[in-house]
């Protein structure tokens, strides 16, 4: 069985992926990865094979490198499989006349979702339909769509397998999907290539903050963050992202650990607590290591899933424009300490280690060929 996983440069996109790669490989398909060419390194960990298509900073370009590549090879392969923001896949499959599955590494999408997703932060542009179309015609020179909008036609137009990286009880609107096509098959878990870390844990609790790729702002907030902890018995980790000079932050406390970048599954591992942006990545890692969460959302999916954490009691929300060291200090304590939390934490892993994960959605995949061959 023959393979080819369309999928476009966004870490947060890719890394949930890896492990499913892993389990169709182990169960014996040859699984091709189209990225762009500079990410061969990372997606090695996968065991894949590796095709490049040529990297581009606009969206529109990336998603036209990655049709034409995919273009020249679908013939060989028996399924496509594509996450979700590559919508071409869908039609790349129908045009090829193959089978095909979507892999949604956030929440999985209708218009109600859709519609908070675009309120700020990088869709938001979108919020203009006028764009959207310009946007989607220009990538779909063609090619025949259902609708004239890309967000639109990731709504509308689904294969009929989705595989979706949160629990059923996680998903926004959930009664609004087709349980038959919509496949809520839990984080992403397995086992990851330990890396250098030189932090040790003292006899005292751990505070990891993160805010991802995020670097808007971040000084301001990781000062706050300082301020906050610097005289309190704990250790606070602080992965800034690589793009941040740890020099802007100055006098830092022994208590205050900075990294331009964490091994965050092992960081995890060790913290009792998680400041998070809220990307689905970083709030489904937490639920697998019982990690209680802060949640302070920037844009996209994460204010919904800050929501979604407090509704599953996982944590708690806060905005970040009524932010202050008080708030942030108290807010994350008083996470910490809630032995109600760490229940409903017991709970979800449980509903983790029920789900099917990636090892089902495997079997899932190759059913969907096994069919198609019938």
Excluded at 2 to 12: H, R, T
Excluded at 269 to 289: I, L, P, R
């Amino acid at each position: 069985m023959k393979i080819l996983m369309i999928n476009l440069p966004y870490a947060g996109h890719v890394v949930p992926t890896i492990g499913l790669i892993q389990q169709l490989i182990q169960k014996g398909c040859h699984v091709t990865y189209l990225m762009p060419e500079d990410w061969q390194s990372r997606i090695s960990e996968s065991g894949a094979d590796f095709v490049g298509y040529p990297n581009h900073p606009q969206l529109s370009e990336q998603m036209k490198n990655a049709w034409s590549m995919a273009e020249k090879i679908v013939d060989e392969y028996d399924l496509v499989l594509y996450e979700q923001f590559f919508f071409l896949g869908k039609h790349l499959a129908d045009k090829y006349h193959k089978p095909a599955v979507r892999i949604f590494t956030a929440p999985a999408t209708n218009q109600k979702l859709m519609q908070e997703y675009i309120q700020s932060g990088p869709l938001s542009i979108f919020r203009y339909r006028w764009i959207a179309h310009a946007f989607t015609k220009d990538i779909a020179k063609g090619i025949p769509l259902k609708t004239d909008n890309w967000l639109d036609e990731i709504i509308e137009n689904p294969p009929a397998l989705n595989l979706v990286y949160t629990l059923k009880e996680f998903q926004p609107y959930v009664d609004e999907f087709d349980q038959n096509m919509y496949q809520f098959i839990g984080p992403s878990v397995y086992q990851r290539e330990k890396q250098e870390f030189d932090f040790i844990k003292k006899d005292r609790p751990v505070i990891y903050i993160s805010l991802g790729t995020i670097v808007k702002g971040a000084a301001s907030f990781f000062k706050m963050c300082i301020e906050a902890f610097e005289h309190e018995d704990v250790d606070v980790i602080i992965s800034t992202g690589k793009k941040f000079n740890l020099n802007k932050l100055k006098h830092v406390p022994e208590n205050i650990h900075l990294y331009n970048y964490v091994p965050q599954l092992q960081v995890l591992k060790m913290s009792d607590v998680f400041v998070t942006h809220g990307g689905m990545n970083s709030v489904s890692e937490a639920f697998v290591y019982n990690v209680p969460q802060v949640v302070i959302p920037f844009s996209s999916d994460q204010p919904v899933n800050g929501q979604c954490v407090e509704k599953i009691g996982a944590g708690k929300q806060l905005s970040l424009s009524a932010l202050n060291k008080d708030i942030l200090k108290n807010t994350v304590f008083s996470v910490m300490n809630d032995t109600e939390i760490k229940k409903n934490l017991k709970k979800i892993r449980n509903l983790i280690c029920e789900s099917a994960g990636n090892e089902g959605a495997a079997e899932m995949i190759i059913e969907v060929i096994r069919r198609k061959g019938d």
